[in-house]
T-cell receptor, first 111, second 114 residues
Framework: GESVGLHLPTLSVQEGDNSIINCAYS??????FIWYKQESGKGPQFIID?????DKRQGQRVTVLLNKTVKHLSLQIAATQPGDSAVYFC??????????FGSGTKLNVKP | DTEVTQTPKHLVMGMTNKKSLKCEQH?????MYWYKQKAKKPPELMFV???????INESVPSRFSPECPNSSLLNLHLHALQPEDSALYLC?????????????FGSGTRLTVV
């Protein structure tokens, strides 16, 4: 989703449930994508990446899906834990050296 | 060492001050970046250095002046800033500028301009 004013879109999930965070990217020339997690007071932390020649990639508890037709990325987190609470950004790489970040989604995990 | 270290963590400066932000990495990365992040917004690219040379300037005002004295250090010199420049300034590095290499970010310097 897109942020409006000072409000980040927020996804609230129960601990143990699966989470799905979505991102629409803008540039069809982008060939590399990354999901980052940013906790309060910290810099973004790499979670998982995917190249444009793939449509799915799995990590530990996380899966990224890429749909190039509609320029859409999603991050799936299995068995969400309180430590997963953070803001999640997707980032696209349309040109060498440039990564552009999406607007972000705040994940709130309820115990 | 797998970290990007930024100093100071917090900085308060007046509009007539000159200050510098510092960033250091010892991972052998040859690409380094400055990003600016306002509250509840995504990071915005400012500068890209590749092999110690400035390769991208995203039309950043001249009151921000980057410097890369060697392959491990990246500075951001600040002069005559405005209150709207208050933000979290993030440094990042990657193995190379070319795509397919993710960034490692520092924890940032939280800058307040008064």
């Amino acid at each position: 989703g897109e942020s409006v004013g000072l409000h980040l879109p927020t996804l609230s999930v129960q601990e143990g449930d699966n989470s799905i965070i979505n991102c629409a990217y803008s540039n069809s020339a982008s060939d590399y994508f990354i999901w980052y997690k940013q906790e309060s007071g910290k810099g973004p932390q790499f979670i998982i990446d995917i190249r444009s020649n793939m449509d799915k990639r799995q990590g530990q508890r996380v899966t990224v899906l890429l749909n190039k037709t509609v320029k859409h990325l999603s991050l799936q987190i299995a068995a969400t834990q309180p430590g997963d609470s953070a803001v999640y950004f997707c980032a696209e790489n349309p040109l060498e050296g440039k990564f552009y970040f999406g607007s972000g989604t705040k994940l709130n995990v309820k115990p | 060492d797998t970290e990007v270290t930024q100093t100071p963590k917090h900085l308060v400066m007046g509009m007539t001050n000159k200050k510098s932000l510092k960033c250091e990495q010892h991972m052998g990365h040859r690409a380094m970046y400055w990003y600016k992040q306002k509250a509840k917004k995504p990071p915005e690219l400012m500068f890209v250095y590749s092999y110690e040379k400035l390769s991208i300037n995203e039309s950043v005002p001249s009151r921000f002046s980057p410097e890369c004295p060697n392959s491990s250090l990246l500075n951001l010199h600040l002069h005559a800033l405005q209150p709207e420049d208050s933000a979290l300034y993030l440094c990042a590095s990657s193995l190379r500028v070319q795509s397919n290499y993710g960034y490692t970010f520092g924890s940032g310097t939280r800058l307040t301009v008064v």
